[in-house]
């Protein structure tokens, strides 16, 4: 609709605190999170960037082409930037699933559309 106001966005919410955290409880505009990418920064990337300043990609090759190598990009990525969650879409979905099942990641996940994670059920 032409002319319509966008709505301003809500309130922060509030620290986020998993029951068996034994840590400080995350802050959410301190929250860290690790995206795979293929480098094309498309919208959900964009948005995620725009909204939470800790947000780091890790460029990945297609999964068909190099899942192992893709592995091997984020398991570095999470080693040194200590995500607080991962979050992927469509073919990232595919190296998050093989990091989860492998042990390497076992926090927050979020897939969004996510190619072949049928394993994870």
């Not at 979020?110 to 072949?116: E, G, K, N, R, V």
Request: proline share 14%; hydrophobic share 35%; with cysteine.
């Amino acid at each position: 609709m032409e002319g319509a106001l966008v709505p301003p966005l809500p309130p922060p919410p509030p620290p986020i605190h998993y029951p068996d955290q034994e840590e400080e409880p995350v802050i959410p505009s301190e929250l860290k999170i690790l995206v795979p990418d293929k480098g094309c920064g498309g919208p959900k990337l964009t948005y995620l960037q725009k909204h939470f300043e800790h947000c780091q990609v890790a460029k990945v090759p297609e999964p068909t082409d190099d899942l192992e190598g893709g592995v091997t990009i984020l398991t570095e990525a999470i080693t040194s930037n200590q995500p607080h969650v991962l979050i992927a879409s469509s073919r990232g979905g595919k190296f998050i699933a093989e990091l989860i099942q492998r042990g390497i990641w076992k926090g927050p996940t979020l897939l969004i559309s996510a190619m072949s994670v049928r394993t994870l059920c």
